[in-house]
């Protein structure tokens, strides 16, 4: 990442074990369910590993879809993930957290860094992490 870059930090508390919630980012089964702003499916094939890849195609309800594809940089097992997202001359770099909050919670933060910075990009990312996120509230919900 270049000087141009800027982070922003997502920040929630989930009602469910963090090997849970870290479980729900490995399996295209579950992502399938939740990833993706309120509107919007997904469909994912990843390999779960470092280095690995990750593709993803959200499809909104007008038909319309964005393809991306993420490389893991950094896999701790119920801990930490890290990805590296490039679009159209993007690139976002994610730093997902995973931490135990009291019994059976999960304190889940979500670092992001983008390059080059726009604030309509950054704005957008933020907003489409945060749909997603209720989204998983959700699912998590129907899993317990």
């Given at each position: 990442?270049?000087?141009?870059?800027?982070?922003?930090?997502?920040?929630?508390?989930?009602?469910?074990?963090?090997?849970?919630?870290?479980?729900?980012?490995?399996?295209?089964?579950?992502?399938?369910?939740?990833?993706?702003?309120?509107?919007?499916?997904?469909?994912?094939?990843?390999?779960?590993?470092?280095?690995?890849?990750?593709?993803?195609?959200?499809?909104s309800?007008?038909?319309?879809?964005?393809?991306?594809?993420?490389?893991?940089?950094?896999?701790?097992?119920?801990?930490?993930?890290?990805?590296?997202?490039?679009?159209?001359?993007?690139?976002?770099?994610?730093?997902?957290?995973?931490?135990?909050?009291g019994?059976?919670?999960?304190?889940?933060?979500?670092?992001?860094?983008?390059?080059?910075?726009?604030?309509?990009?950054?704005?957008?990312?933020?907003?489409?992490?945060?749909s997603?996120?209720?989204?998983?509230?959700?699912?998590?919900?129907?899993?317990?």
């Amino acid at each position: 990442m270049t000087q141009e870059m800027k982070e922003n930090i997502i920040t929630r508390i989930f009602d469910a074990p963090r090997s849970l919630v870290f479980e729900l980012w490995k399996d295209p089964k579950h992502l399938a369910n939740w990833y993706g702003p309120k509107g919007f499916t997904t469909e994912s094939e990843l390999d779960f590993r470092v280095s690995g890849e990750w593709k993803y195609t959200m499809t909104s309800r007008d038909g319309s879809s964005f393809t991306s594809k993420s490389i893991y940089q950094e896999i701790v097992e119920n801990d930490k993930i890290v990805y590296l997202e490039e679009n159209a001359n993007v690139k976002l770099l994610i730093t997902l957290t995973f931490e135990d909050e009291g019994s059976d919670k999960t304190n889940f933060n979500l670092k992001m860094s983008v390059e080059p910075f726009t604030e309509q990009m950054f704005e957008g990312a933020a907003m489409g992490y945060n749909s997603a996120f209720d989204k998983l509230e959700e699912y998590l919900k129907t899993l317990n």
